[in-house]
T-cell receptor, first 109, second 112 residues
């Protein structure tokens, strides 16, 4: 059911930008891309979402390719508290989220 | 604004027993979704309730059932517990079906 592919793990130096890629090559025209993160078995935390255009909020930026087959989540200045599992999700009709296995991001001091 | 709350935090049950997990949605939210997260895996969608009606179901057997109340709180019931039901159960609420979901802290269920 998962319609996304992400790297299993990534490292990022503290203070640098963390760029997390996601492949969603089978995405349909009306399906949104959502990003969540989960810290240490807490409930997942909403980060950002988008349909076609690039989006930015206080937490991150989301870059979606023109063909919508992939996207990148950017954390502009990673901190140790950004260490978490990051999930890229394609939202199917009816707002039913299908999570993959996510990317485990480790921010290194 | 109160966030999503779940109860209990942890519980231990024996194989074959039944369990009820509870979720209070965030204020103003009318949609509740339930997820099962096994250790080391991403959350798996169980089902969703919108205005007290089931609005979609994942690949889970009928012994997983749910309910949503007029105040939009929700229950997840699991009958005939199996060892593989041991997991973190997450509840998420949203305002209507088209908005971002906000997750609760989860209930850790252990089946022995």
């Amino acid at each position: 059911d998962a319609k996304t592919t992400q790297p299993t793990s990534m490292d990022c130096a503290e203070g640098r930008a963390a760029n997390l890629p996601c492949n969603h090559s089978t995405i349909s025209g009306n399906e949104y891309v959502y990003w969540y993160r989960q810290i240490h078995s807490q409930g997942p935390q909403y980060i950002i979402h988008g349909l076609k255009n690039n989006e930015t909020n206080e937490m991150a930026s989301l870059i979606i390719t023109e063909d919508r087959k992939s996207s990148t989540l950017i954390l502009p200045h990673a901190t140790l508290r950004d260490t978490a599992v990051y999930y890229c999700i394609v939202r199917v009709v009816g707002n039913q989220f299908y999570f993959g296995t996510g990317t485990s991001l480790t921010v290194i001091p | 604004e109160t966030g999503v709350t779940q109860s209990p935090t942890h519980l231990i049950k024996t194989r074959g027993q039944q369990v009820t997990l509870r979720c209070s949605s965030q204020s103003g939210h009318n949609t509740v979704s339930w997820y099962q997260q096994a250790l080391g895996q991403g959350p798996q969608f169980i089902f969703q309730y919108y205005r007290e009606e089931e609005n979609g179901r994942g690949n889970f057997p009928p012994r997983f059932s749910g309910l949503q109340f007029p105040n939009y709180s929700s229950e997840l019931n699991v009958n005939a517990l199996e060892l593989d039901d041991s997991a973190l159960y997450l509840c998420a609420s949203s305002y209507n079906r088209a908005y971002e979901q906000y997750f609760g802290p989860g209930t850790r269920l252990t089946v022995t």
